[in-house]
């Protein structure tokens, strides 16, 4: 082999390798949500992918759901940890199933590496209005004392044994001292189609599902679970307000699979915080009544430990178990 054919040879073994690397930095992320199509966690997961597009390339929504989000979660800590699967972690699936399942196939603790807090959702107490009227219902303090004054005529509905909006109907029954019968629905949807219908009398839902049919009048809201009052409903007092200390809302993030390297987390990490500060971000988690929380992958990690020990708790106490 002459030089100018050692050196041809060369520079196309270089280009072919540049091309190679070109080609594996193009590859897509494929972002797994845990859940169906559709709901308030799938629309806000689209919206930052197409954010962050400029700075990662295509981004994939892969919907796995089943098994109150263990499938798609499951499927998020086996994946190879190279950036190129990432996940959302919610309420659910890091705080609440490790509790609620008699087996996990994964191990929440362990198996995810933080990268952002996506969003907090504040959950409300609503009823349907026209039973909130019958019933002379207007105020939390009047719901806790109907409950008193007809031991087991209230119900209320929830997405589930162990959903969100069953364990928070079951706090707050053993914090007012009152009895209810839980009616699960096999998903929000259903159970809000139920208490729309009049079948139950009232849920904890979260407020971006349960927000259009409050505008329209057909719900009541009684009283949001946070903290504070949220800025969506100021007018709306807190549970806390009458039972101290009650809070419970709904929070998602991303997540990598654990091994995943910092640098890899980082560089996911400054990507989403940017989308999620953008003012057209914010407005559009606005109108799902969704907070964007951004957040480093350590001050995420710590939430998702505290929110872990703060659900052991809450499930135990509500003896809530899926086989």
């Known amino acids: 082999m002459n030089a100018r054919t050692f050196l041809l040879t060369l520079l196309s073994t270089a280009t072919l390798l540049a091309a190679s690397h070109a080609a594996a930095q193009q590859r897509p992320i494929r972002l797994i949500v845990p859940y169906a199509a559709g709901g308030p966690i799938d629309v806000t997961a689209r919206v930052l992918a197409e954010r962050v597009k400029d700075s990662l390339g295509t981004v994939i929504i892969d919907n796995k759901p089943g098994a109150g989000g263990n499938i798609g979660a499951d499927a998020v800590a086996k994946a190879a940890p190279d950036g190129l699967t990432i996940g959302i972690a919610a309420t659910a699936t890091n705080a609440v199933n490790p509790w609620l399942y008699a087996k996990m196939p994964f191990n929440a603790a362990t198996d995810f590496a933080p990268v952002t807090q996506m969003v907090r959702v504040p959950n409300v107490l609503v009823m ?10 207007d105020t939390l303090a009047d719901l806790i004392a109907y409950a008193k004054a007809h031991p087991a005529k209230l119900n209320y509905g929830s997405g589930g044994n162990g959903s969100a909006g069953h364990l928070a109907g079951e706090l707050f029954k053993k914090e007012a001292g009152i009895f209810a019968v839980h009616i699960p629905y096999n998903g929000g949807n259903p159970a809000q189609l139920a208490l729309l ?3 139950v009398d009232f849920n904890f839902d979260n407020l971006a599902t349960a927000a259009p049919n409050i505008r329209s009048g057909k719900l009541k809201a009684i009283a949001v679970t946070t903290a504070q009052r949220s800025s969506a409903l100021p007018e709306v007092p807190t549970v806390a307000a ?9 929070w998602w993030g991303l997540v990598a699979p654990a091994g995943t390297p910092p640098e890899v987390v980082a560089k996911l990490n400054h990507a989403f915080v940017a989308a999620l500060d953008s003012p057209d971000t914010k407005t559009r988690f606005a109108s799902l009544l969704a907070e964007p929380v951004a957040s480093t992958p350590e001050q995420f990690g ?9 659900y052991e708790k809450v499930v135990k106490a509500t ?4 086989d």
């Open 128 to 137: 349907n209005a026209e039973t909130a009227q019958r019933l002379k219902i």
């Open 197 to 199: 219908s009049g079948q």
């Open 242 to 250: 009458t039972l101290k200390g009650f809070s419970i809302d709904t």
């Open 302 to 310: 710590a939430f998702m430990k505290s929110e872990l020990a703060k």
């Open 319 to 322: 003896g809530a178990k899926v």
